[in-house]
């Protein structure tokens, strides 16, 4: 009974945080995005595939999605930290930069992130839209400008092209660039998976194990804030609710958006879809398995030892999100023209 | 006449310190590499679609060139530097390797590599299986060890298993793993380029301005080196016979194979093929354009001062050798399990 006040407590305490934080735009958004999709009597939703794409748009999204050209070295795509050969993300604890800078965050997976409220950790961009012309232009990242990067998509004769029959203009804009890769990214939805069957009835989907674990997770308060079509994805919580999270990292979550002490160590919750492939996992990367994760959030955030036999069964039932992974065929990139700017990766 | 004399004599020069070199073996594979495909009246031979690999190891290989998991940083795949989005090269100088190091060399394409004579620029290895273990162990490149890459595979259930299927042993070791490896490179051929229609008797298949190239390529004397189906590949040749290549690339060639100073600057003459997608050219990347290039070919090899008319043909004819790109489903990795050892890039 303290635990379960406790358990409140926290939910309560990242509510309160929340609105002050002045997202209740975001919370509309999300309370759109589980709109779209199917409710049930469970406090998560299945994701269904996603539709109304402008296909041009994602066609050329996907171009740039793998253009190393949109870095300073022309080394370092969307796709470097994000492949989607691996769930999305890079599997490092914090992701590589241009010149092999040690980024402050560990880079979250593109999969689904089109049903997030916000983008980033911190939320510090509204939609894939916004979020896209960050990493552009982040020294620590691509260490490009947007002024360069659509200089150089404006010598290349056959993106030339493209930008101007998708988007019927002469001129090639950031705007466009951003667009159009959000138009890639709404597309990268991981349905079908063994639990949202499950969801829809067929209850042979998933197996005795994990439906005990899905039932812990749930009743024990995981589900308060890993929920809706996204597991995840739809507010902002503290890491470290009952137990202070001891971390060498030293980004300050939402408060380095608001500027609110409260705000410290306050991140978007992380969808849980495909977390299999995800590894490893919190805003650090230090938890390197999901055993791991599950026991540390029971400890911190639910004030709850779980015993290895639930451990287990959560980790079962966190499998149970991975979805089908998007099957994609490489693009080829059209080449750049004697005009484009050639890279210098080690000036 | 002169120049004539000067182009033989460089030709000569190169099949003498070939022949020094002691490439019997190679010499009788290029041979057996032109033989696949079909004679002409041309020098230069149509490629054809890869036939008769195993369609387990290609499978497999096919994860393993998009696997960051071969490298120290967990970051750098094969296809990192030899991108199959753009020609099978990285369309830089020289590569990047762990921890940004700049690599000593520029990377050359994977396409069609299958038709090379030896391998690597100064063809220290025989063939693809024996070149695709030396960026893996390179602490130039992925700066890991045989053994490590052996040790994650091995944790991983997915490929123990896949491995298990395809080659019928317990153990995965780097055999089998440079085996697939090579068996998916040996499908990246690109046939129907434009030019080998026309060699196949489409005469509409190039215009006149490429025909006209084309026959400049060849009466001035670029085909004695770049010929066969790789249009190059299958000869070292000295880069810098009439004048030396001016260079701050340390590159030894092939006398860093030899120990012979006569085979200093001589490299295996790169392959022709999709050579408008592998910008930058040269051992040195150096040249960032193909007009540079065929202006410093013709004067530095041939003692021949091209005309901008003539360079603009030869330039026309090389951008017919563009052939079909891989199509190319992007692979979904296998997940690490808990007993995977995790990448650390930054220590």
Same mark, same amino acid.
């Given at each position: 009974m303290v635990? !379960?006040? #406790?358990? !409140?407590?926290?939910?309560m305490?990242?509510?309160?945080?929340?609105?002050a934080?002045?997202?209740?735009? $975001?919370?509309?958004k999300a309370?759109e995005?589980?709109?779209?999709?199917k409710p049930?009597h469970e406090?998560?939703? $299945?994701?269904e595939?996603?539709v109304?794409? &402008?296909?041009?748009?994602?066609?050329?999204?996907k #171009?740039l @999605?793998?253009d190393?050209?949109? =870095?300073?070295?022309?080394? *370092?795509?969307?796709? /470097?930290c994000?492949?989607l050969s691996?769930?999305?993300?890079?599997n490092?604890?914090? =992701?590589i930069?241009?010149?092999w800078?040690?980024?402050?965050?560990?880079?979250p997976?593109?999969?689904n992130s089109?049903?997030?409220?916000?983008q980033?950790w911190?939320?510090r961009?509204?939609?894939?839209?916004?979020?896209a012309g960050? +990493?552009?232009?982040n020294p620590?990242?691509m260490?490009f400008?947007h002024?360069?990067?659509?200089?150089?998509?404006?010598?290349i004769p056959?993106y030339k092209?493209?930008f101007k029959?998708?988007f019927?203009k002469?001129e090639?804009?950031?705007?466009?660039?951003?667009q159009a890769?959000?138009?890639?990214e709404?597309?990268?939805?991981?349905?079908?998976?063994?639990f949202?069957? @499950?969801?829809?009835?067929?209850?042979?989907?998933i197996? &005795?194990?994990?439906?005990?674990?899905y039932?812990?997770?749930?009743n024990s308060?995981?589900?308060?804030?890993?929920n809706?079509?996204a597991v995840?994805?739809?507010t902002?919580?503290?890491?470290?609710?009952?137990?202070?999270? %001891?971390?060498d990292?030293e =980004? $300050?979550?939402v408060?380095g958006?608001?500027?609110? &002490?409260?705000?410290r160590?306050?991140? #978007?919750? +992380?969808?849980?879809r495909n %977390?299999?492939?995800?590894y490893p996992?919190?805003?650090?990367?230090a938890?390197?398995?999901?055993?791991e994760s599950v026991? *540390? !959030?029971?400890?911190?955030?639910l004030g709850?030892?779980?015993?290895?036999?639930? *451990?287990?069964?959560i980790v079962?039932?966190?499998?149970t999100?991975t979805?089908?992974?998007p099957?994609?065929? !490489?693009? *080829?990139? +059209? +080449? /750049?023209?004697d005009l484009?700017?050639r $890279?210098?990766p080690?000036?």
């Amino acid at each position: 009974m303290v635990k !379960m006040k #406790k358990t !409140m407590l926290a939910c309560m305490l990242g509510s309160l945080a929340y609105m002050a934080g002045g997202y209740a735009v $975001a919370q509309d958004k999300a309370a759109e995005a589980t709109e779209r999709y199917k409710p049930n009597h469970e406090l998560i939703v $299945a994701v269904e595939p996603a539709v109304g794409q &402008d296909p041009g748009q994602v066609e050329l999204g996907k #171009k740039l @999605w793998f253009d190393p050209r949109l =870095s300073r070295s022309g080394f *370092i795509s969307c796709n /470097s930290c994000h492949n989607l050969s691996m769930g999305g993300s890079d599997n490092l604890p914090t =992701s590589i930069g241009h010149n092999w800078q040690e980024g402050p965050i560990n880079s979250p997976t593109v999969l689904n992130s089109s049903l997030n409220f916000v983008q980033f950790w911190d939320g510090r961009a509204a939609d894939l839209k916004e979020q896209a012309g960050g +990493p552009i232009a982040n020294p620590m990242e691509m260490a490009f400008t947007h002024d360069l990067a659509v200089e150089i998509l404006e010598s290349i004769p056959a993106y030339k092209e493209e930008f101007k029959k998708v988007f019927g203009k002469d001129e090639i804009t950031i705007d466009e660039i951003t667009q159009a890769l959000a138009s890639f990214e709404e597309t990268l939805v991981t349905p079908n998976a063994r639990f949202d069957l @499950w969801l829809k009835g067929d209850d042979n989907a998933i197996n &005795d194990q994990e439906l005990r674990g899905y039932l812990t997770f749930k009743n024990s308060g995981c589900v308060a804030c890993h929920n809706g079509v996204a597991v995840g994805g739809n507010t902002f919580q503290k890491m470290g609710v009952i137990e202070p999270y %001891v971390t060498d990292n030293e =980004s $300050a979550g939402v408060a380095g958006v608001t500027g609110n &002490d409260i705000d410290r160590m306050r991140f #978007k919750v +992380p969808t849980l879809r495909n %977390v299999e492939l995800t590894y490893p996992y919190f805003h650090d990367g230090a938890a390197n398995t999901l055993a791991e994760s599950v026991d *540390i !959030m029971g400890r911190l955030q639910l004030g709850r030892k779980f015993t290895e036999n639930e *451990i287990e069964d959560i980790v079962a039932f966190l499998k149970t999100l991975t979805g089908d992974q998007p099957q994609l065929v !490489m693009p *080829i990139l +059209p +080449p /750049s023209s004697d005009l484009t700017p050639r $890279a210098k990766p080690f000036d």
